[in-house]
């Protein structure tokens, strides 16, 4: 079947680069964006510290992912050349209708042109790892997630267990080596770099770089600092 336009690509018929877009290096574009998904989980992360996650939630991802999007929404100024969305289409890699374009858990966006994103996708730990590693060989390394960025994020919002060997579990498995980023030396934050099997006849960066943030939700009596460090808090005696 044809795909037929959008108007989206009628009104932005050439979409260029995210990083590139804003005019900056990828470092401190990267810098820019994972800043403010930390201080919005920091925002986050105290107001659910009383949750108890280890308990069965119906749709635990989805609503951590829109109520992260508000935070972050929170810590904006408002001035940013993009805007944070729960849940954009990425039209780009779609397939022909009745089909649904793939979908962003989250993505910064361009207000300039709406066609550019720059993708992060979340899944709960550990029961979604293989899910976690599944996104980033199906979808960001083969050009359906991300065409237009040189990068993208993967969410894990570990709700049990520990963020360091979440962190190990997932460079074996991808496999890939996961690097410290320079600018959150005490965040469990990883980069890893890779080439992407592009699609014939198209023009998306090759090189990937992949921003692995692991989001700590904690048992409650858990005190997160406003690096998102964790500290046990003494509980009252009967």
Known sequence: MKIRKTVGELLWPNPGEFVASLLVSKESASAQLLELV??????LAKELATIDFSAHFDDLERELTQMLEKRIHDVTSGFEPFVIQHGPYERETRRPAPAQPPQY????????????MWPLEAKVLPRALAEYVEDVHKEFLTCRYGPFSMEGGML????????????????????????HHPAFPTRPLRVSNHNRTVPPAKSYPVAFRIHHLMLVFAPPGTHIGSQGDLKSTPRDHA
Do not use: M, T
């Not at 930390?38 to 925002?43: E, F, H, M, P």
């Open 38 to 43: 930390w201080r919005g989980y920091d925002l």
């Open 156 to 179: 894990g919002y570990v709700v049990s267990g520990n963020a360091e060997d979440f962190l190990g579990k997932i460079a074996a498995r991808i496999p890939a080596v996961l690097a």
């Open 105 to 116: 858990d989250l993505a910064f966006i361009l207000r300039a042109n709406e066609r550019v």
